[in-house]
């Protein structure tokens, strides 16, 4: 009787033979990493988007820092783009405001006829939908911003991991297009970005690039203060 209750026992726990575990990244070919990240990164699910930079953590190809660096850039493009459009929302939140603030000054300045003031109702309603609908504008915007740079953030950390894992070999083509980007390119948080990624990246041939770089006449004093 006893082993017929353990075996019931055992019958009744959850069946997880048929679940696989998580797969690591760095065993999928490269082919199908790079497949997912663009789908991920261009994916409306914000849940998903954010779990794009991780399909290239440790990748031991130098072709992955081109394709982190390509996502970047993307994202990059959107954040602009999120500025912009808060610019936009708040300017015309406060063309609103003004709109509101001389309606009630123009009620007060003198009596008024029950018709003027019927009329200030109705603009006063306008203008406070329009200002509201500014603002939760404004907070999803505020929302979006806060993604973008966190997606940008873990674009540094996923780079500094994929040179930590390049072969001694192929850590220079690696380092070719972090450099061409983020300290020769136009981003002004380039060279801290590309200090980020070295300086988590401790290996001798990094060491060497951040000594190429203060040695070089061509470049730019915010990558040498970078490097320093």
Same mark, same amino acid.
């Given at each position: 009787?006893?082993?017929?209750?353990?075996?019931?026992?055992?019958?009744?726990?959850?069946?997880?033979?048929?679940?696989?575990?998580?797969?690591?990244?760095? #065993?999928? +070919?490269?082919?199908?990493?790079?497949?997912?990240?663009?789908?991920?990164?261009?994916?409306?699910?914000?849940?998903?988007?954010?779990?794009?930079?991780? *399909? #290239?953590?440790?990748? +031991?190809? +130098?072709?992955?820092?081109?394709?982190?660096?390509?996502?970047?850039?993307?994202?990059?493009?959107?954040?602009?783009? %999120?500025?912009?459009?808060? =610019?936009?929302?708040?300017?015309?939140? =406060?063309?609103?405001?003004?709109? @509101?603030?001389?309606?009630?000054?123009?009620?007060?300045?003198?009596?008024?006829? !029950?018709?003027? $003031? =019927? !009329?200030?109702?109705?603009?006063?309603?306008?203008? &406070?939908?329009?200002?509201?609908?500014?603002?939760?504008?404004?907070?999803?915007?505020?929302? /979006?911003?806060?993604?973008?740079? !966190? @997606?940008?953030? *873990?674009?540094?950390? %996923?780079?500094? &991991? %994929? @040179?930590?894992?390049?072969? !001694?070999? /192929?850590?220079d083509e690696g380092l070719t297009p972090l450099r061409r980007t983020w300290l020769e390119g136009r981003?002004?948080?380039? +060279?801290?970005?590309?200090?980020?990624?070295?300086?988590?990246?401790?290996?001798? =041939?990094?060491?060497?690039?951040?000594?190429?770089? @203060?040695?070089?006449?061509?470049?730019?004093?915010?990558?040498? $203060?970078?490097?320093?």
């Amino acid at each position: 009787m006893h082993y017929r209750w353990v075996l019931i026992g055992v019958l009744a726990l959850p069946w997880v033979g048929g679940v696989e575990a998580a797969e690591d990244e760095t #065993l999928r +070919p490269w082919n199908g990493v790079r497949v997912l990240f663009r789908d991920r990164l261009d994916s409306d699910d914000p849940r998903e988007r954010a779990r794009a930079f991780e *399909c #290239l953590r440790s990748r +031991p190809e +130098p072709k992955a820092l081109d394709e982190l660096l390509r996502g970047y850039r993307k994202v990059r493009a959107e954040g602009n783009r %999120i500025r912009t459009e808060q =610019e936009k929302t708040e300017r015309q939140s =406060e063309k609103f405001l003004k709109k @509101l603030f001389a309606a009630h000054a123009k009620l007060t300045s003198g009596r008024k006829t !029950a018709r003027e $003031i =019927e !009329a200030f109702n109705k603009t006063e309603r306008k203008l &406070s939908r329009d200002i509201e609908k500014r603002r939760r504008a404004a907070k999803n915007l505020e929302n /979006d911003w806060s993604r973008n740079r !966190a @997606l940008l953030d *873990c674009a540094t950390d %996923i780079g500094a &991991s %994929i @040179l930590l894992a390049l072969p !001694a070999g /192929d850590v220079d083509e690696g380092l070719t297009p972090l450099r061409r980007t983020w300290l020769e390119g136009r981003d002004p948080e380039g +060279p801290m970005r590309w200090m980020d990624v070295l300086g988590s990246a401790r290996r001798a =041939e990094v060491l060497d690039e951040l000594k190429a770089v @203060l040695a070089s006449a061509d470049i730019g004093e915010e990558a040498r $203060i970078a490097a320093l």
